[in-house]
């Protein structure tokens, strides 16, 4: 889209995007300025799913706190899962047998998969294309089954205890894996890439569309696909690595380019990644206990502290304050697609609203992560 | 109190009625209106291998006005509420509702002491026809909600009721 | 001289006269409980307990500067957090900073205001993303940001009149 826009700001009128709309992905709105086709001036409105997670955090216990997690993001619940017991572990000083922690790291990077492919293909849905979400969804059935296997939930787990996690993995479970893993692998090329990635109509509707340089990403605090799409190497399983992430050999994809198409292929490559992490892990699975020592009521020293883990849309944090009591004193959940939607408001201007829409799929965007 | 039957049409077409009982329940036109954890698990449903379309309820449409069933498949919110309540009363006439999972039906994880923000059950808003309990449901429970809404419309269960231990 | 030796030479610039840290300390060095918050400065904190490397805890008109200078260094804003400590009749605004790539560094900025009248200034003319996050602050506790374009809510519905994260809030 290299053609000079010349946006007439006198002849505008207002058109509101949501709350209710098939490609918002949740409960967002986005009140749009537009002249004609092209977006004058883009502003989400927030707050239509907010429900009140951090108020929660307060009023109950830490353990209390966990099935909350998994609501907020519920496409990686597992990841948030872990960002909150990392914080409490790291607050109560407890230790996590070396076993656990590999088993936490297969069923993370499992649901890693599973929420990329949601993404894959709500966005293609987004595009118009119907059939993708067919494929997609038959190979998250199959993540499905196997987490449903270990942690009793389909969706929303919350299989992360303080110190560990409630429930071993099985020999079935290994072999469902391994075998889940060659059957992913072998789909890839021909329906992902060859069917979609390869397509002409995906390459002209995200290709140069919505870019963000890497400045506009620091300036929004913008991380995970959407900083690595704008050719900035950041993830925290290498820059910040928690649990026993540094025992494995993956990389990071990066693309220059700052355009959908650039974000697209980011996860793409990460699906692959993920499917080695899980390979590696299952390879080196130590046996042993998966609960560590935790006392029942947990009163952590007062202190400041954060946590920070990589899910599917970027950096999580979780700033706790403690205050000696066994409530969390405060909470607050830096939650990775508030930042990305940030910058949604200066990239949007000027572009076609389908565009716009072609750029907000290419954020993965979570709304209850966003309004909490 | 007793059962009584209201009508809900003032022309009332006697036989006809049931067919079109039938035809109404078998091809039901959802809205897509799913706002948290519960619509994925109402996407699933509309995947492959639960396939609500067997039941003719697989056309979501974005559009209240073209719809017959709400699935209201999350949390609704005070800030959400009116909303909502446009959305039910854009949809013509017959419609129903089906509340899918706890927060729908009653607020589910957020009834609480501290719960400033969160409508407890979305029954408080308009009548609800079927209730589908879970965090979220499973697509069978949603199936099942389905085939009880098809009972309601047209008297008839078509498929036989499982039964435990057998 | 590593990433946060350099960090925490620049950010020695807001407290002209201070003395150099000690050994990194523990969680306990920025305890803000009610009773003794901690002094003014900046101290250099033990990731692998408190997830921080540095902490600063500064003067409200500081944290303008605070931003400036981060952000001269590369940093960028990771979340800008509110505290209510009701028993010593003040909040804390807590402001987390990072770096996006390279070495690990994350700055916790702190300020403290008074409960009855909480003002802080904008820094969304250094960094654009603590636009939302400082509607986020306002709405869940009053604080107001001065010389913020748009300080209205974001989260909670714009009519609501009650800020609910203070410790003395009820529905």
Known sequence: MNVPVHLRPDETFVLNLGPQHPATHGVLRVKLTMDGEYIVHAEPVLGYIHRMHEKLAEAGTFAQFMPNTARMDYLHALAFNHGWALVVEKAAGIEVPERAEYIRVITVELNRIASHLLWWAAFLLDLGGFTPLLYAFDDREQIIDLLERVTGSRLTYCYLRFGGVYNDIDDEFITGTRAFIRRLRGRLPRIYHDLVTHNIILIKRIKDIGFVSAEQCRRYGATGPVARGSGISYDVRKNEPYSVYPEFDFDIPVFPEGDSMARYMVRMHEIEQSLRIIEQALDKLPGGPVMGKAPKMLKPEAGYYYSAVETARGSLGHRLVCDGGKNPYKLKLRSPTFSNLSLFGEVAEGMLLADALAFMGSLDLVIPEIDR | ?166 | MDLTETTRAALAALFPGAAAPAAPATGDETTGSAAEPAPLGVSVLDPARTGTWLAVHCRPDQVVEAARILDGQGFFLESIAGVDWPDSGQMEVLYDYNRLGGATCRVLVRARVARDEPVLPTISSVFPAADWHERETFDFYGIRFEGHANLIRILLPEDADFHPLRKDYLP
Do not use: H
């Open chain 2, 1 to 166: 109190m007793g059962e009584e039957n209201v009508p809900t049409s003032v022309v009332q077409f006697a036989q006809l009625d049931t067919l079109l009982n039938l035809c109404r329940a078998n091809s039901l036109w959802p809205m897509t209106f799913g706002l948290a954890c519960c619509a994925i698990e109402m996407m699933c449903t509309g995947g492959s291998r639960f396939d609500i379309s067997r039941f003719g309820a697989e056309v979501f449409r974005p559009s209240p006005r073209q719809s017959d069933v709400m699935i209201v498949a999350g949390t609704v919110n005070k800030k959400l509420e009116l909303a909502v309540r446009t959305l039910y009363d854009q949809m013509p006439e017959p419609k129903w509702v089906i509340a899918m999972g706890n927060c729908a039906i009653s607020g589910g994880p957020f009834k609480v002491k501290e719960n400033y923000n969160v409508i407890e059950g979305v029954d408080k808003l308009f009548p609800v026809d079927v209730y589908i309990p879970g965090c979220p449901p499973r697509p069978e429970a949603l199936l099942e909600g389905i085939m009880t809404l098809e009972e309601k419309i047209t008297g008839k269960r078509r498929w036989p009721r499982v039964q435990a231990g057998c």
